[in-house]
Antibody
Framework: EVQLVESGGGLVQPGGSLRLSCAASGFTFSSYWMSWVRQAPGKGLEWVANIKQDGSEKYYVDSVKGRFTISRDNAKNSLYLQMNSLRAEDTAVYYCARARRVGATIFPYFDYWGQGTLVTVSS | AIRITQSPSSLSASTGDRVTITCRASQGISSYLAWYQQKPGKAPKLLIYAASTLQSGVPSRFSGSGSGTDFTLTISCLQSEDFATYYC????????FGQGTKLEIK
């Protein structure tokens, strides 16, 4: 059974930093793209970042470029999101998702999601 | 950026009904569209990818169709567990999610 368990969320002041983690199990982690997707309270879904199986390709939504860094440790079956210079608008539940590429597009869709971790940016 | 217009934003229906949700893309996205179901306080769940391919384990009362710019999700014979919010998502060029459709019990 595929399991994704996020951790590391919490309350942080504007300008602060936080590191999210996602522990994966039930599948060969090193064989899949992985992603972070967020959802502001009461709002819709927003993709944040993707990382290729070996970490050689990373993609970000424009609003987090230069502030967030996605990374992975295949030996530990873990995905990370380092978030710096946090803003109030980064407040959201952050989901870790397994991603699958099918067809000619370079962008994978998300077939399994974790339960999410809440990040609140407020003074 | 590709825009996605999802409609309706909310929908009231009864168990046993057939419902349809629509997504329209601002430009052609071939069949690179997925549908997700989300229940309150829970993570999204993939229902359909490639516009019409049912994810493993998803009941056959869910179906998707369309290509290019116009797509539909149909739920035939609604069950109580289907009342949730549904999102479409294009993955042809970067990502765009629809605004969501909240399916409520009439």
């Amino acid at each position: 059974e595929v399991q994704l368990v996020e951790s590391g969320g919490g309350l942080v002041q504007p300008g602060g930093s936080l590191r999210l983690s996602c522990a994966a199990s039930g599948f060969t982690f090193s064989s899949y793209w992985m992603s972070w997707v967020r959802q502001a309270p009461g709002k819709g879904l927003e993709w944040v970042a993707n990382i290729k199986q070996d970490g050689s390709e990373k993609y970000y939504v424009d609003s987090v470029k230069g502030r967030f860094t996605i990374s992975r440790d295949n030996a530990k079956n873990s995905l990370y999101l380092q978030m710096n210079s946090l803003r109030a608008e980064d407040t959201a539940v952050y989901y870790c998702a397994r991603a699958r590429r099918v067809g000619a597009t370079i962008f994978p869709y998300f077939d399994y999601w974790g339960q999410g971790t809440l990040v609140t940016v407020s003074s | 950026a590709i825009r996605i217009t999802q409609s309706p934003s909310s929908l009231s229906a009864s168990t046993g009904d057939r419902v349809t949700i629509t997504c329209r893309a601002s430009q052609g996205i071939s069949s690179y569209l997925a549908w997700y179901q989300q229940k309150p306080g829970k993570a999204p769940k993939l229902l359909i990818y490639a516009a019409s391919t049912l994810q493993s384990g998803v009941p056959s009362r869910f179906s998707g169709s369309g290509s290019g710019t116009d797509f539909t999700l149909t739920i035939s014979c609604l069950q109580s567990e289907d009342f949730a919010t549904y999102y479409c998502q294009q993955y042809y060029s970067w990502y765009t999610f629809g605004q969501g459709t909240k399916l409520e019990i009439k």
